[in-house]
């Protein structure tokens, strides 16, 4: 650690040079992550000579090759797995440092939270809402991601903890369901009966779309399909158009009447997961945890509320098919 801070204090050549280090860890991590130098480029939105360069300067520089280049991507060698667990721990000490040294004054503690974008209103945003209330030392920052995303900004620590729908279970991370969502199919027009004409699929992952195959399979190919989460209701809403979103998201589309449920229609439950980094300190997660556990409960009520409503306008037992589970993944050997 005194290495690293001398680093951090040297000439500003010197701090350049270091900041190049940690991308070309950062590039490492992608291509390992990816098996790709080309996925690694655009998730990183460089060009693939830039990828290329990075892990050539990388091998040239621990003096062995890091990756097996042929047709189907790029595979780690020997090397590159050994390598690949030094390369995590040297990311998380520079983010431990930068986000340390970056704590505005006032505050003692900081942490970065994440979430995909549907888990914003009325849960993610309520929660900082909570944390500002109760813990007024803490500096608290937002990311915004889709699970693989976020979960590599986990593993690297670059955020704490994040809310997912489909969380991928790593060493160093824990995951815990907060509330279990309920994806309600909803329409932009009153009494929408007849509705087959004018449906939206929004793929909401694989056993969402096993599940509604099953129940709905004249369904399964509507000819437009959206892998865009609960960003399909500002579609939704401005079109003639009915589709499955979340019904704690769209409650304020029902409760002001761009949006209305459809009748009889099957329901999926979906839960939510909040995923810790192991290391963070034990009494910051315990005050996290509490204000979010009080926010996920109201969150929670307005969906019950929606479903509630459902089975109200509905002459059946409305069917309830089963929600995601996490995703148990290894890292790379």
């Known amino acids: 650690m005194n290495k690293l801070r001398m680093n951090i204090a040297a000439t500003p050549q010197n701090a350049h040079a270091y900041n190049m280090d940690i991308t070309l860890l950062k590039t490492f991590l992608e291509v390992a992550a990816t098996g790709s130098f080309v996925s690694a480029s655009e998730r990183l939105f460089v060009t693939q000579s830039a990828v290329s360069l990075r892990i050539q300067r990388l091998e040239d520089t621990l003096g062995k090759p890091m990756f097996v280049r042929s047709k189907a991507g790029a595979e780690m060698t020997a090397a590159g797995r050994e390598f690949h667990r030094y390369a995590l721990s040297m990311i998380r000490v520079w983010e431990e440092a930068r986000q340390q040294v970056a704590i505005p004054e006032g505050f003692t503690r900081s942490l970065t939270i994440g979430a ?74 009153p009494e929408p009966d007849d509705f087959a004409e004018h449906y939206v699929f929004v793929d909401w992952g694989p056993e969402f779309v096993g599940a509604h195959a099953i129940a709905l399979p004249e369904l399964t190919n509507p000819g437009l399909t959206f892998a865009l989460g609960a960003m399909a209701a500002e579609y939704i809403v401005n079109r003639k158009a009915a589709a499955y979103l979340p019904a704690r998201y769209v409650k304020r589309y029902l409760d002001s009447g761009q949006l209305h449920l459809v009748p009889d229609a099957p329901r999926f439950p979906y839960p939510v997961w909040s995923v810790w980094r192991d290391d963070l300190d034990p009494e910051l997660r315990q005050q996290a945890q509490a204000t979010l556990v009080e926010v996920a409960g109201i969150a929670e009520a307005e969906g019950d509320a929606v479903v509630e409503d459902l089975r109200d306008i509905s002459q059946t037992d409305i069917d309830e098919f089963l929600g995601s589970r996490p995703i148990d993944l290894e890292t790379p050997t």
Request: glycine share 6%; proline share 7%; no cysteine.
């Open 116 to 189: 995909q974008y549907s888990l914003w209103p009325r849960l993610g945003f309520r929660w900082i809402d909570a944390m500002r209330r109760d813990l007024p030392d803490l500096n608290i920052r937002a990311e915004l991601g889709m699970p693989d995303r976020l979960t590599r900004f986990l593993m690297e620590g670059v955020m704490h903890v994040a809310l997912l729908y489909m969380p991928q279970l790593r060493p160093g991370l824990q995951a815990e369901e907060i509330i279990e969502e309920e994806l309600v199919l909803v329409a932009s027009w």
